[in-house]
Every structure is written in structure tokens, then in C-alpha cells.
């Protein structure tokens, strides 16, 4: 009964003319960057902070909000037509999507992503409403102890759990920590690492971070690339599923979408890993492995649910605990922290209003989606005629600005051209950027619960073994980090991930 009254608080809350307005915009905009290949959900978040300071912080969170799962289910439809992922976890969709797509089955891959997202989204925006309170009220006893072992286990979860080296990995979280601490000590108010540079006394932003390694990275490594588009404009129709249809991409959908929900609340996890998962997971069950990659309507059905569902998923450690498990989460937590609400447990006994009312916002945005894009399938489709080279500019254009207006500083923009080099190194590297991300939103938040623990323990480090609930976390991770070292279990890890 309770949480029939919390859902109620929501769409009071949801259903006002601002924040669907707000759901609205966010969804739109999601599904143009999902569609438009060159930009991600990362960089538009961070170029659209700077607008969301003069909104209220309800209308500011559904817009963001809605501008992630939009982005997951815009990026389907660029996979399918055009053979390009518009977002990284759309690339599994690639695989069958866009054979279908040739088939002149466009209609119907279009068709499957959208049931599979808006299933997929309706059952996460249940998880989160039901798994939410009673993981907030743990979360409650949490001390600093407990927080900064937390922290240790979703860094080292974070390295397990993405693609590519072990080591590399590693590395970039090392650097995000090491890149989080530059700036003035808040103890003992002495600089750090500015090496006598003014504005990085109140150390990096996390924006501009954001916006070099995911923004302008992209748009170096995309201008790398030779265009070539193909797109079926003639051949999307049909958006109509046959029975038959649906009764075969069904229990793919409900596999995805449980996939979703479980690996999408994992640190590093989320929508790319769900769809990664999901992809192989069909394809092992399936009675003839050899149609995938060849038009198979499960390939399209189980990634685009799980990507939703995992998208989803990510927002309850990010709102219980305060605790980012992607890159876009923690630019969602620098969301909260620009209007001055803490994230973490107290929030839904604080501002319920915002709690409930993002939760039952991500189902009315789901639904918008639905109603929104298949309609719309023709204008997407001119979008992408339109030339990258044209492109481009405007997007630099837009990030630019959204750098700049945060702090007014051109020396923002400056830093955010670094962070784009260092982006594109990252890529021809084959480092992931993303553990980097976590590790600079993670860091300060880490030294801060361990200087606290030290002081109330009077330095006795014994606190974070002591103490049960960090000692398990601990643990957790020290027996992830002995498993990840096996010989036999890296090869399966690495195997797995050159199959995806």
C-alpha cells in the first residue's frame, strides 16, 4: 500500500505541465542524439547542464533523465538503417538489425526495438520503484567506513566488468582518482597539483572532463572514418508485427529485459554490458545459432530490452546510494549536486517529490517514446542524409558554449581540447574512458569517507574490518580481484568480450 502511495505522489508530480513538458524534451532530444551517430548521451548531458541551473531541480532530473533512455532507444534506429551505432550500447543491434533491415524487414526491427524498450521500461521503472526504499533504508546505517568499502567494491566491479584489458582498466581509474585530487585539500586548505595555475585551485570540473573524453574524442575518431551511409529510405514500412512475430521475439524481450535489470545496477555495467550479455545469451539458447548475425529477430529483440531495462537499472545506486555506476550517472550526480540536494539515502526522505516523481517519470517517458518515434521514423531518416562534415561544427559549436557558460572561463575550453586529445588517445589505446569518469566523480567522494573513518576511529585503520557491513564489502571485492586474476577465468572474460 505504501508504495501504491509513493507511485501516486509521483504522478502527481510527473503529470504536471512543466515536467511532462520537461519529459517531453528530454525524450526528443535523447532519441536525435541516439539517432545522429557522432554524439552520446554523455556529451549532451554535459553540454545541457549549464541550462538545467534555471530550472527547478524536479523538471531538471526527468529532462536528463529522459535524454539517457531516449539515447538508448534512438540508437537502435540508426544501428538498424544504417548500420552505425548513434549510442555504444547499440551496437549489438547492428549485428541482425540492419539485416533485417536489407531483407526489407526495416519496419519490422523498428517495430521489435520499440516493444522490447517500452516492456523493458515499464518492468524497470517497477524494479526501481519496489528495490529503491528498502536499499535506501540499508543504506541508512551506512557510516563513512561503509561508504568509502562501497566505493573500493564499485571501482574494483568497474574493472571487472569492462571491455578490454585488465591492466588498462586499472589504469584509468588510478588516473580519474589521481585527477580528483587536484585542487585545494578541504582540511588543511592547501593546493594540490595546480602547479601554480589559478583556475586549478578549485580543481577540474567534472563537465569538462566529460565533455573532452566523450564529446570531442568522438567527433576526432568519427572524422577519422570515411563516411559511407546507406540508408533504406524506401523499405521502412511494415511497422506492423505479425502474431507469429511477436510470439517468437517475446521470450527474448522478457530475457533481455531480466538481464537488463540485474547487470544494469552493477558499477561499469548498464545498457552496454545488458545488450553484450543478452546477445550471447540468445544466441547459445537458440535451436539454430547460425541465423544470428543473419536477420534473427531475437538478435534486435533481447539487446534493445536489455540496453533499456540496464539503463534503467543504473539509476537505483545512483539514487539510493549515491553512488554512480556509469558515466552518465555520475553526471546525473553532478546534476544533484549543482542544485545542492546530497545524493544518497536521504533523498527519498527529504524531496520524495523528486524521487517519486523522476521514477514514474521514466515510465511516461517510455510511453512518449513509443508514441513519439515509430511516427517519426521518416524524419530520422532524413537526419541521417544529412553529412557529417556538416554536422560537426554545430556540434563542436554547441559544446563549446556549454563549457564555457558553466564558469564563464575560456581556460574550460582550453581544458576540454586536452581532454579531447587525451580522449583520442585513449581510443587508438583501446583504453575505455569510462572507468576514468568514474574514478574522477568517485575519488573525492573516497578520500573524504576515509579521512572521516581515520578521525572518528583516531586513526585506527582496523575501522574498515571491524565494522560488518564494510568488512563484507571489502571482502567482496578482494575475492572479485582474486578472481579476475585467475589465468582461466581472465581467458573466459576476454573471450566473452571479443564475442561481443
Not at 566488468?161 to 589521481?178: E, F, N, R, W
Request: net charge neutral; hydrophobic share 55%; with cysteine.
Amino acid at each position: 500500500m505504501e508504495l501504491l502511495a509513493n507511485l501516486g505522489t509521483g504522478f502527481a508530480v510527473a503529470l504536471t505541465l512543466q515536467n511532462l513538458f520537461y519529459c517531453f524534451m528530454g525524450v526528443l532530444l535523447g532519441t536525435l542524439i541516439g539517432v545522429l551517430p557522432g554524439i552520446g548521451p554523455v556529451p549532451t548531458i554535459a553540454m545541457l547542464l549549464p541550462i538545467t541551473y534555471a530550472l527547478p531541480p524536479v523538471s531538471a532530473l526527468i529532462m536528463l533523465a529522459g535524454i539517457y533512455y531516449g539515447a538508448q532507444y534512438g540508437g537502435s534506429t540508426t544501428a538498424i538503417l544504417v548500420n552505425l551505432p548513434g549510442e555504444s550500447s547499440a551496437v549489438v543491434t547492428c549485428l541482425d538489425g540492419y539485416q533485417m533491415a536489407r531483407q526489407g524487414r526495416a519496419g519490422k526491427a523498428l517495430a521489435i526495438a520499440a516493444i522490447g524498450s517500452f516492456i523493458a521500461g515499464t518492468f524497470a521503472t517497477l524494479e526501481v520503484a519496489a528495490f529503491a526504499p528498502p536499499l535506501a533504508e540499508v543504506a541508512l546505517k551506512f557510516g563513512p567506513a561503509e561508504y568509502f568499502s562501497l566505493m573500493v567494491l564499485g571501482l574494483i566491479a568497474a574493472v571487472v566488468l569492462a571491455s578490454g584489458s585488465l591492466l588498462k582498466a586499472i589504469a584509468m581509474i588510478v588516473l580519474g582518482l589521481l585527477l580528483g585530487i587536484i585542487g585545494t585539500d578541504v582540511n588543511s586548505g592547501l593546493q594540490r597539483y595546480s602547479f601554480g595555475v589559478p583556475e586549478l585551485s578549485d580543481g577540474i570540473g567534472f563537465v569538462v572532463v566529460a565533455m573532452g573524453l566523450f564529446g570531442f574524442a568522438e567527433i576526432i575518431v568519427n572524422l577519422e572514418h570515411k563516411e559511407h551511409r546507406e540508408v533504406f529510405t524506401s523499405k521502412v514500412s511494415g511497422l506492423m508485427l505479425k502474431w507469429s512475430e511477436f510470439k517468437e521475439a517475446l521470450p527474448a524481450i522478457l530475457r533481455g529485459t531480466g538481464i537488463g535489470a540485474v547487470l544494469g545496477i552493477l558499477p561499469g555495467g548498464g545498457a552496454l554490458l545488458s545488450a553484450f550479455a543478452s546477445y550471447t545469451v540468445e544466441k547459445k539458447i537458440a535451436k539454430d545459432p547460425s541465423r544470428f548475425g543473419k536477420g534473427a529477430i531475437q538478435g534486435v529483440a533481447g539487446p534493445e530490452s536489455a540496453n533499456n531495462a540496464g539503463a534503467q537499472a543504473s539509476f537505483i545506486p545512483m539514487l539510493t546510494l549515491g553512488i554512480p555506476p556509469n558515466a552518465v550517472m555520475a553526471l546525473m550526480v553532478g546534476a544533484m549536486t549543482i542544485h545542492s540536494i546530497q545524493p544518497g539515502p536521504q533523498v527519498m526522505t527529504s524531496n520524495p517529490q523528486l524521487f517519486w516523481g523522476l521514477i514514474v517519470s521514466m515510465w511516461i517517458g517510455n510511453v512518449m517514446l513509443v508514441v513519439l518515434n515509430l511516427p517519426l521514423i521518416g524524419i530520422w531518416v532524413k537526419l541521417l542524409q544529412v553529412p557529417y562534415r556538416i554536422l560537426y561544427p554545430a556540434i563542436l559549436l554547441f559544446c563549446c558554449i556549454g563549457v564555457y557558460s558553466i564558469n564563464n572561463n575560456v581556460f574550460d575550453v582550453y581544458m576540454t581540447v586536452v581532454f579531447g586529445v587525451l580522449g583520442w588517445i585513449f581510443v587508438k589505446l583501446e583504453c575505455e574512458p569510462a572507468p576514468l569518469l568514474l574514478g574522477f566523480i568517485l575519488g573525492p567522494m573516497m578520500e573524504e569517507n576515509l579521512r572521516r573513518a581515520l578521525l572518528l576511529s583516531r586513526g585506527d585503520w582496523s575501522v574498515f574490518a571491524t565494522r560488518p557491513i564494510s568488512a563484507v564489502m571489502l571482502g567482496i571485492a578482494a575475492v572479485l580481484l582474486l578472481i579476475i586474476v585467475a589465468p582461466s577465468i581472465r581467458k573466459k572474460r576476454e573471450e566473452a568480450f571479443q564475442e561481443g
